[in-house]
């Protein structure tokens, strides 16, 4: 954990920055906390994505891992051809649980399936590399053994105050007790805000951006995301994804936001849903 001092939020995001380029050899990076609200403007996020994952990491596989919450089918909508990607975008097959967003420039994003899962104790699991519905409302370790018996990768990703008291004791029960269980970073998590789970969670921390529910918040993605030193099929990015996140071999890449900037997106979201 770095010093912060009079500069320390510069020194800390730099070297949120720096560790993106730890890993040598072919990998790939992702964001894997993206929700796609109805609202957002598709293209932009698509653009966005695309840009400021190639901004972290140049020259690996760039890809959107997608946590979509009760109501939300966009990987579905698109998979299935029910909805078409706006211009100048198309899809491409990726296999099962994936699809490729190619622009006419050749620019890919790789879009991987994944749901969201509300639990009895108001935390949250996502299901990665899956579109299995699992129902809100079941404890945290009920939604977790559905998430493997679907056979997604199960993460609890962090929130705002939900990582506290009782909450916050069955969380790191939860992760420390189960390695195969991973735990989710979140852009809102302000840059000085420690989080005493991540130690128990050791290196299985996965990072993401959240975006929330308001105007703009597409700008969010990709804003901070994972880097994973492990083989990608471009033909297969679902099935590529799990033996990476089962190896431990990834880091985190990009910036969270800082307190000010986390107060602004939770307030627009309040507006948002007045």
Known sequence: MPIIGKHGRAIFQSLEIAEAAIFGGMGFIADTHVHIYPHFDIAEALHGAIARLGELAPELPRAICLTERSGCHFFRD??????????????????????????????????????????????????????????????????????????????????VGKWTGRRGKLVRDVIAGDNNLLAGDSSLRPWCWPEPVFRAAKLRVLCGSDPLPAPAEENQIARYATIFDAPFDENEPASSLHPALRSGNFHRAGKRCGVREVLRRLRAMKKAAQ
């Open 78 to 159: 698109v998979f299935s051809a029910a909805i078409k990607l706006p211009p100048p975008f198309s899809v491409l097959s990726a296999g099962e649980n994936a699809f490729m967003a190619i622009d006419n420039a050749g620019e890919k994003l790789f879009v991987i399936a994944g749901r969201q899962i509300a639990t009895s104790e108001r935390l949250e699991v996502h299901c990665l590399g899956c579109d299995a519905d699992i129902p809100d409302g079941l404890p945290l370790r009920d939604a977790i053994e559905h998430v493997f018996v679907a056979g997604g990768m199960a993460v609890v990703p962090w929130g």
